[in-house]
């Protein structure tokens, strides 16, 4: 079943109108609560807590970043859509993970993305990529797919069923018609980065910046980026797209409130994540830290995740997974 908030947009309002209009002028009055559905020190984290910080600066308030990890963001998400719709409870959001756990019924309060939140904006997209040993005769996309279709059942690693790396082979798989198997290892990338170089699999799945140190070491070597651009932080690994392969793919962060905050409460959020995505401190991290910024207003940011539920409920569906 869905954790649909039965918190209606009709009582948010008329919430805000009990209180005067005065109330809502003087938003926000009081500390923010920014929910962060992973651990502290991993990507997620420090997007949430750079665009927090960004964030106090326009609304003259404390963000206060809380982290509630567990089940792909789910624990935080529950928490999230089980908070008043006031404008004081924010999380930080992956559409993809959302749509894996609505489709794969990965828990039994699961959240729909299109009903029971409100998009703020995305303010990043990082780019799924494949690195391989590095001593494999290819150095391409079009060398692997076509080792790949010469070796059906080869393994590669993921990140486990319920996670947007091994819906990325899936989609590989269904895209170009081959028939690589998933093995799962402990550490998430890098443990599947390891097994790459003792020869356990045949590729893992990575971003660029993540694989970087294993390939200054010689053990492994990208062949390409499921982005748009390359990565600055790995400027000489290509995208699939400019070697000919139209596939773009990689988790996606932005903001989202309870469905039911009032419109102008979204709107005074969704000001100030603009503000903190172009902000000098914003813009720093995204430089250092190779993460990709990529931003949507909240009406884009709607559109996307519908697209994105779509998209997944389909792939899951053509695996035979659909719940």
């Given at each position: ?153 080869a393994k590669v690693s993921d990140g486990g069923p319920a996670t947007a790396y091994h819906w990325a082979w899936e989609a590989l ?142 792939l899951i569906d053509s695996a035979g997974m659909l719940r």
């Amino acid at each position: 079943m869905t954790l649909r908030t039965w918190k209606t947009a009709l009582a948010a309002t008329m919430a805000f109108a009990f209180s005067g209009a005065s109330a809502l002028a003087e938003y926000p009055e009081k500390p923010l609560t920014m929910l962060v559905g992973f651990g502290a020190g991993g990507g997620t984290d420090a997007i949430g807590r750079k665009i927090a910080v960004e964030m106090e600066e326009v609304l003259g308030q404390p963000v206060v970043v809380v982290n509630k990890p567990g089940g792909g963001g789910l624990v935080s998400w529950q928490e999230l859509v089980a908070a008043e719709p006031d404008g004081y409870t924010m999380a930080i959001f992956l559409p993809l993970n959302a749509a894996i756990q609505k489709y794969l019924k990965t828990s039994e309060s699961w959240i729909d993305p299109l009903e029971d939140i409100r998009l703020l904006g995305m303010v990043n997209a990082d780019a799924w990529g494949i690195a391989v040993r590095a001593d494999q005769p290819y150095d391409d996309v079009e060398g692997f797919v076509e080792w790949a279709r010469q070796n059906p059942g080869a393994k590669v690693s993921d990140g486990g069923p319920a996670t947007a790396y091994h819906w990325a082979w899936e989609a590989l798989n269904e895209k170009y018609g081959l028939g690589l198997k998933t093995v799962t290892y402990k550490g998430g990338t890098a443990g599947g980065l390891k097994a790459v170089a003792g020869g356990e699999v045949v590729a893992a799945g990575s971003g660029a910046p993540e694989a970087s140190s294993m390939a200054r070491a010689g053990l492994v070597k990208m062949v390409g980026i499921a982005a748009e651009d390359r990565n600055p932080k790995a400027p000489d690994v290509p995208t699939f797209r400019e070697q000919g392969f139209d596939f773009i793919f990689g988790p996606s962060r932005g903001f989202a409130v309870p469905a039911g905050t009032p419109d102008d409460v979204v709107q005074v959020l969704a000001d100030a994540v603009k503000a903190a995505y172009d902000s000098k401190g914003y813009q720093s991290h995204l430089e250092k830290s190779g993460q990709g910024g990529w931003y949507l207003t909240p009406e884009e940011s709607e559109a996307y995740v519908e697209s994105v539920d779509a998209e997944f409920k389909s792939l899951i569906d053509s695996a035979g997974m659909l719940r």
